[in-house]
């Protein structure tokens, strides 16, 4: 018989077992918030107002008036203009998983609804799709739409959220960048409001293009907006950059945006904005 005895299992040895899908884990102060608390405050962190990437779908369910929204050319999707095939596996692969996984044909849905009774045209990138990225559908989404909000005669609202143009498609993606300003030059000639609401990450040919050209530019706290990444323009500069750099609101004190909102004020923010609006043109 051993000298020694296995020691009783007590509250303090046993492990404490949580359930998955219960915690997150905030990306920016660390710190273990429930799962449930995070969602009831918009996917926001309690804890220091982080706000998390969130779908293409669930922004229109914040920004929209519940049941208003009717989705635009959802039968769009890509195809393989130059038969990309990297190391890996083909395009068209690619976008096969991506569509599995989102259950969106594009990284973008564009459609027209109502804010506070308002009627609006809106586009919404999901950048769990493909990065977010702009190649020739998306770029084609977001001209129909805003070329409907010239119809219709009605704001449009572009929700950004992209690491850039997708290089699969080449030059049929960098064409999308003026194909798209174009559209928007034309919807500000006819006098249409256009407001750009950037959220984290919206960078490259997104940003290069229609991301800031709104009226109104709007930036969700904390959101990573720019043209190429920090570590691209330290190396190229040569110089280390500012610990905000190109955060939401570092842009907005170098006038780069017009506003930064938080999550829970935004569809209120952008109802009186498009008041604010059609007061003026009535004065006109």
Avoid at 41 to 49: D, E, G, S
Avoid at 122 to 137: I, L, N, Q, T
Avoid at 142 to 167: D, H, L, Q, Y
Avoid at 230 to 256: C, M, N, W
Wanted: aromatic share 8%.
């Amino acid at each position: 018989m051993a000298w020694f005895k296995k020691p009783r299992e007590t509250t303090r040895t046993k492990k404490v077992r949580i359930p998955e899908g219960l915690w997150v884990k905030c990306e920016n102060c660390k710190e273990i918030v429930y799962k449930k608390e995070v969602e009831k405050n918009l996917q926001v962190c309690p804890k220091c107002n982080y706000h998390f990437r969130i779908s293409a779908i669930e922004r229109l369910n914040l920004l929209l008036d519940p049941d208003t929204f009717e989705e635009m050319d959802a039968n769009l999707f890509p195809l393989d203009p130059l038969g990309f095939n990297d190391a890996n596996k083909p395009y068209p692969e690619k976008l096969k998983e991506y569509q599995e996984k989102t259950k969106l044909k594009e990284a973008v849905i564009t459609g027209e609804g109502l804010i506070k009774g308002h009627s609006v045209v809106v586009a919404a990138m999901d950048f769990s799709f493909f990065g977010g990225s702009m190649g020739s559908v998306v770029g084609e989404k977001i001209t129909r739409a805003a070329e409907r909000a010239i119809a219709k005669k009605v704001p449009f609202i572009a929700i950004t959220a992209s690491g850039g143009a997708r290089m699969q498609e080449g030059m049929f993606s960098l064409m999308q960048m003026a194909k798209v300003s174009q559209a928007i030059a034309r919807l500000k000639d006819e006098g249409i409001l256009y407001i750009t609401i950037l959220c984290d990450p919206t960078f490259g040919g997104v940003t290069a293009s229609f991301a800031m050209l709104g009226d109104i530019i709007i930036a969700e706290p904390k959101s990573l907006i720019g043209f190429a990444g920090p570590r691209v323009i330290e190396q190229t500069t040569k110089q280390q950059l500012p610990e905000d750099f190109q955060r939401a609101e570092f842009l907005l004190s170098h006038g780069f945006v017009d506003v930064v909102v938080e999550r829970k004020e935004l569809k209120k923010t952008v109802a009186l904005l498009i008041e604010l609006f059609a007061g003026n043109k009535e004065k006109q």
